[in-house]
């Protein structure tokens, strides 16, 4: 058995949502388009008062080797980024249907509901696993066929578990990550059942620094653990880092740097009541969040397209190395032709952007130009709000007041300015720093560019 679709997107994460409102902006027929995600959920969240489909969840009865019949709750795409932050406030957190994608960029809001009305095929809580890009035919994990004349490859990326740094205990009912709404809801669950009690932080990179920030603001003591000298190694300077732990510390937040967890301690109702380190010491824990980097979702291409930088190679117009297939978001490696060089980002950003470009070169090829992105991240924690804008490479000037509340860089490679950054900008200097870093320009005297600081950007 077996259907057929013009296009078929594999995987309803973010880039899956920006790419479906794209297609049917671009006159995508009823009948043609079919996204399919294995994306479950449980009903932690389940309203009392609200019936699961409109909170913009699809339940359906499954029976597998797992679990025997139950209700699992499919959800389609949303905005990742709200389950570390608004996912896990104590009080109004964000719920779904509030969060579907696209309202992260400010476009309409697409519920199960906008997915039928535009006939859109969701084929969710079903894995994709295997695919034959010769034959253009993926077979789900049920048995069915689906065959497609352009797929787009949207599988984002899975956590790394501690497993592979040969540590176990991941499955222990206390130790979370966080990849999907499973996961929040897990942390929610947690959360509640260690009320006041003590977490332990695993990682010091995005993961870990938004979820400990979330954590306490549930009254829960945070101790963060990681191998590098400071927090947000990938992307922080030892002084914009040392300005935000200050922050933490004074929010009681515990680090221990420089050292890597050994083992749980493990109680005979396989909970974890205690982190061993590396270092010889101990940290007793309530419970353990895992943010320990991420891998972009490629097996099932492994053999059958060109794979860079971890990820699915593609071209300017985000084709891969077979004409029919695109890849978009986490798991495809682009040319940012800013830098010329090929990168693989994993951020929200250019999800949703790579997946507008690849359906804009899809639906219409002589008006899509190769994809010209400049890199752009950003983070909310407490009251702070930072962006980042091209690339963190070269020498760095730091501008602003590191003991208020605005503080920034500039980074300089080769004579010109590269990167930049800004906490707690406005909208101008936010857009100012970008348009200045999309230009390069030239930088003659750095110490002059240390005295303008953001004037440099606001004049430019
Ligand atoms: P995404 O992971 O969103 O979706 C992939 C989808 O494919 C999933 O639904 C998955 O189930 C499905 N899939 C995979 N394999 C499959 C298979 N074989 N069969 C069927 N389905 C399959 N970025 C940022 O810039 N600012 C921020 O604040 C945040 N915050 C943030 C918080 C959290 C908790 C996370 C995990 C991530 C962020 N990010 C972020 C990163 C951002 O969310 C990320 O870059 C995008 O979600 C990537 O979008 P994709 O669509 O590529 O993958
Ligand atoms: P990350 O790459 O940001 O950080 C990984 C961290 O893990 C490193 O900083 C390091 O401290 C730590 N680490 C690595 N190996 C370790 C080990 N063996 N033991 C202890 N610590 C170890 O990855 P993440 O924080 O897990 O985030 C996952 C993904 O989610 C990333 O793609 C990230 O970009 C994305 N994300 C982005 C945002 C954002 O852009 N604001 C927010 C949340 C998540």
Redesign the pocket.
């Given at each position: 058995m077996g259907r057929a679709f013009v296009y078929v997107i594999l995987g309803g994460g973010v880039a899956a949502g920006y790419a479906a409102l794209e297609f049917t902006k671009k006159g995508v027929s009823p009948g043609e388009l079919c996204i399919i995600s294995e994306e479950t959920t449980f009903s932690a969240f389940k309203s009392a008062v609200m019936p699961a489909s409109e909170l913009g969840i699809i339940v359906l009865k499954v029976h597998n080797e797992f679990d025997s019949y139950g209700s699992r709750e499919y959800v389609p795409p949303y905005e990742r980024?709200a389950l570390?932050k608004g996912y896990l406030l104590p009080e109004a957190p964000a719920r779904l249907p509030s969060f579907h994608t696209c309202v992260g960029a400010n476009e309409e809001r697409l519920t199960p509901k906008w997915y039928k009305e535009h006939g859109i095929e969701l084929v969710l809580g079903t894995r994709v696993k295997s695919v034959d890009v010769r034959r253009k035919t993926l077979l789900t994990a049920v048995g069915e066929t689906i065959s497609y004349n352009i797929l787009i490859i949207a599988t984002g990326?899975r956590?790394?578990k501690?497993e592979e740094?040969g540590?176990s205990g991941s499955d222990a009912e206390n130790v979370c990550y966080?990849?999907d709404l499973a996961d929040a809801n897990r942390v929610v669950d947690v959360i509640q059942s260690y009320a006041g009690g003590n977490a332990v932080v695993?990682?010091?990179?995005?993961?870990?620094?938004?979820c400990a920030a979330s954590l306490v603001t549930n009254r829960i003591n945070v101790t963060m653990?990681?191998?590098?000298a400071h927090?947000?190694?990938?992307l922080f300077t030892p002084k914009i880092a040392s300005y935000y732990e200050g922050y933490y510390n004074s929010k009681g937040v515990q680090f221990v740097k420089g050292t890597?967890?050994s083992s749980f301690d493990i109680d005979h109702n396989g909970k974890v009541t205690a982190v061993n380190l590396r270092d010889g010491s101990r940290l007793p824990a309530d419970m353990v969040v895992?943010?320990?980097?991420?891998r972009p979702n490629t097996s099932l291409f492994e053999g059958q397209l060109t794979l860079e930088k971890g990820g699915i190679k593609v071209n300017g117009r985000m084709q891969t190395s077979n004409n029919s297939v695109y890849a978009v978001g986490?798991v495809a490696a682009f040319p940012v032709k800013l830098f010329g060089e090929t990168r693989r980002l994993?951020?929200?950003d250019s999800a949703r952007k790579t997946a507008k470009h690849a359906v804009g070169a899809i639906m219409e090829p002589e008006k899509t130009d190769e994809f010209d992105y400049l890199p752009f991240?950003?983070?909310?924690v407490f009251t702070f709000s930072w962006q980042f804008y091209g690339d963190n490479a070269g020498e760095v000037v730091h501008f602003g007041d590191y003991s208020g509340k605005t503080i920034g860089a500039y980074w300089i490679s080769k004579g010109q300015l590269v990167g930049s950054f800004l906490e707690g900008g406005t909208k101008e200097d936010y857009e100012a720093l970008a348009k200045t870093t999309r230009l390069k320009p030239a930088i003659d005297d750095i110490t002059e560019l240390e005295t303008q600081g953001l004037g440099f950007a606001l004049t430019v």
């Open positions: 980024p570390t990326a956590a790394l501690l740094f540590v966080l990849r695993i990682g010091g990179g995005y993961i870990g620094m938004e653990v990681f191998p590098e927090c947000m190694a990938r890597v967890l895992v943010g320990i980097g991420i986490d994993e951020h929200v991240f950003y983070s909310r």
